[in-house]
């Protein structure tokens, strides 16, 4: 295990902006963002990423925390590693999803490892492990796919193994969710307990009740309207990786769409959600590392890990789940239709907020999982 700071070089950083600033657009006779990215948008995002970014604040933002990188089963793995005023008592792992990363989380670091700095009690403190899912950012680009349920092998040997946590609490979203899953399945003796933003474990056997067919439906339709992507990148990534070299913008709009298409918007703009810079941001955690193709990987690793484990894994580690309710992509189940495949113990229905929680509610989400952290782990 070794120290890690972010460098962005000046001639980089300006090689990419030269590339945003030369793409040429092509004329599109769909806007808006029912056809993908709205043009529009787009275009006032390359303005923003040069005109208007200041690219060392955000790298300065970026090596705010203590950072690592450790070899783990042979592949190197970045993570941030904050302890905080636990003092180890009680380690969080929190895994990011796709298309963000590990600065998913930056809003909420701070309080969740720091409480008494904020009014709160050190006692709900965690020491926070937030690693780069592989291939992501600054982690290894594998050899060869990898999925999340080896991902969560990788993860329980760098919690108990690199960083010697006999036991401990892990949370996610997104692909986060299906890692943090596996965990409590996989490695329920260290893991105490998980906390998701998303069910992905399902049952195979359809939902009995009104409730759940109407659910069951309408996550069918939201497969057909938003999951295009995903067929793409767990069957055929080749083409859209060498589409996608070199084009900076075009990785951004590939992956400005989910931001869009799964966030709870309420009417806004996509921006006044998230923040131009903060989408910036991350789209260059993408970008400078050059992890935009190898994180398209991730999902052929996963279908060939085998889909129909997530109707066929149970996981009876304590679970508790923070229902948002615009999640467009996977929105929250019925209760007793997850609790055949979870051991739910705690189910908190949230007033707003969608797929990225962290990012667009830090506060309910902060709250939830220090609640959680509470029950769990007192």
């Known amino acids: 295990m070794r120290e890690f700071a972010i460098e962005w070089r000046d001639d980089d950083v300006r090689a990419v902006l030269d590339r945003v600033a030369a793409t040429r657009l092509p004329q599109v006779p769909v806007s808006g963002w029912d056809a ?85 009690k050190p006692d709900d403190a965690f020491d926070l492990v937030i690693p780069s899912l592989p291939g992501y950012a600054y982690s290894g680009k594998p050899a060869a796919p990898i999925g999340p349920r080896g991902t969560a092998k990788l993860w329980n040997t760098l919690m108990t193994e690199v960083l010697g946590y006999p036991h401990y609490l892990a949370q996610g979203g997104d692909w986060g969710s299906i890692v943090t899953s596996f965990l409590g399945a996989d490695h329920a003796g260290p893991v105490r307990g998980i906390h998701l933003n998303m069910l992905p474990f399902r049952s195979p056997l359809p939902p009995e009740d009104e409730a759940g067919k109407q659910w069951l439906a309408a996550g069918a339709q939201t497969g057909i309207l938003y999951s295009g992507y995903s067929h793409l990148q767990m069957t055929k990534p080749n083409p859209l990786a060498f589409m996608a070299a070199g084009n900076p913008l075009g990785q951004a709009a590939w992956i400005l769409e989910r931001f869009h298409d799964w966030a709870d918007l309420g009417g806004r703009e996509v921006d006044e959600v998230f923040g131009m810079d903060h989408l910036i941001t991350n789209a260059m955690l993408y970008v400078m590392p050059e992890s935009f193709a190898s994180s398209l990987y991730y999902y052929y690793g996963f279908a060939r890990e085998g889909l129909a484990a997530l109707a066929t894994t149970r996981c009876d ?62």
């Open 36 to 120: 993908g990215c709205d043009p529009a948008f787009l275009e006032r995002f390359r303005a923003h990423w040069l005109g208007a970014y200041d690219w060392r604040a955000a790298l300065a933002d970026l090596n705010r925390y203590p950072q690592f990188i450790a070899e783990v089963d042979g592949l190197d793995i970045h993570f941030l590693h904050v302890r905080g005023e636990s003092e180890g008592r009680r380690p969080l792992l929190l895994t990011h999803g796709w298309p963000g990363s590990h600065y998913e989380f930056f809003a909420v670091i701070e309080e969740l490892a720091f409480p008494s700095r904020f009014g709160g």
């Open 317 to 378: 580690t304590p679970t508790a789940y923070a229902a948002f309710p615009g999640d467009a992509l996977m929105a929250p189940p019925p209760r007793n239709f997850a609790e055949r495949m979870y051991n739910i113990t705690r189910w908190t229905p949230m007033p707003r907020g969608g797929h990225f929680a962290a990012m667009e509610q830090p506060r309910l989400f902060l709250d939830d999982v220090r609640a959680w952290g509470r029950e769990i782990w007192p």
